[in-house]
DNA sequence: GGAAATTAGCTCCATATGGAACGATATTGT
DNA sequence: ACAATATCGTTCCATATGGAGCTAATTTCC
């Protein structure tokens, strides 16, 4: 690849680095789901807030994933179009519907995730154990660190009002 | 945010950390980018590039990129149409042209490019300089690997006639 | 307590995105 | 030399995506 030195030419070196990785890593693998699976980013993003924990409405998948709401709407529907997914009123709030994960879209995402395994350990491979654990912990460094960041300018105006 | 802990409950610990980071990091400036400058991810891709190597050609972008050859067409077509880049025949293919960015095209770079800069300072903030420095180095050392771990399962079947 | 403001999630609509197909050109194989 | 194959980038078309708007429910404010 002779253009690889482009990560080298940026001002954004850990930005440009993840950017780049995500093309190769995480959306070949996001367009082959769609494609073996029938699985749009919306509906894989609350299977795996389901497995994860069971019982979720939408704002927390929205939340903790920063999608759109009408994206996760839209996936929600679909799922329970599928029968992937089950939806329950929420008796603490009438606007919102609590969502379960059937054992039907449990196996689904267990079967998505395997390419998502194994496309990881082939990558990391050329790290050693010590290397992932501080990468790992580096990255969970950053985003633990989300809620600051988010708020801040380029995310948000600063609120001077605070 | 009550669920972040879905980070440490993944079987892709890695990558589930770049996808987070990427959702709330890189995604929110993409859609920042195309409301406030009128750019879409095809014609930043080419813009980004052509900065780092004025010159080159579609498909060395799409390869550089891993973006589908028809969003870097349209993206080429839509800069030119708004001058910020121009093509010109290249001599030695005639199904090619070389891409120049324009001043005006450098100069929208300078400015989108203000924004990732200025989120990745703060971003980062939260790491010394050492932690940032290696953090910088091992996902240079994923990425100057994309050769191989590209074309391994599960992105391209084993080739069985090597 | 009631009005005003906010929230939840849905639907609509415009636009972004990616696979397929294609014509022109270049490369490979015989 | 020529046919077969591959490549380049464009165009078409179907679908994915996100902002706006909306109704119903909830929360906040007076």
């Keep these: 690849m002779k253009l690889l ?4 030419n940026t001002p954004i070196p ?5 950017a780049f990785l995500t093309n190769f890593w995480r959306e070949p693998l996001l367009r082959r789901m769609e494609r073996e699976f029938g699985l749009i ?4 993003t609350v299977l795996i807030c389901l497995v994860y924990r069971d019982g ?6 929205c939340e903790v994933t920063e999608q759109p709401s009408n994206s996760i709407s839209r996936g929600v529907a679909a799922l329970e179009e599928k029968g992937l997914i089950h939806r329950r009123p929420d008796p603490q709030d009438a606007r919102r519907s609590l969502l379960f994960i059937t054992d039907e879209g449990r196996a ?10 194994r496309a990881e350990r082939s990558i990391l491979e050329v790290l050693d154990a010590e290397e992932t654990r501080v990468l790992t912990g580096l990255l969970d460094k950053l985003a633990r660190d989300v809620v ?14 605070v």
Tied chains: 1, 2.
């Design 5 to 8: 030195d482009i990560i080298d």
């Design 14 to 18: 850990v930005g440009y680095r993840i």
């Design 41 to 44: 980013r919306p509906e894989w």
């Design 56 to 61: 979720l409405n939408s704002r927390d998948i």
């Design 108 to 117: 689904m995402h267990d079967q998505v995730m395997d390419l998502f395994v």
């Design 148 to 161: 600051r960041w988010s708020h801040l300018p380029p995310y948000k105006p600063i609120d001077t009002d």
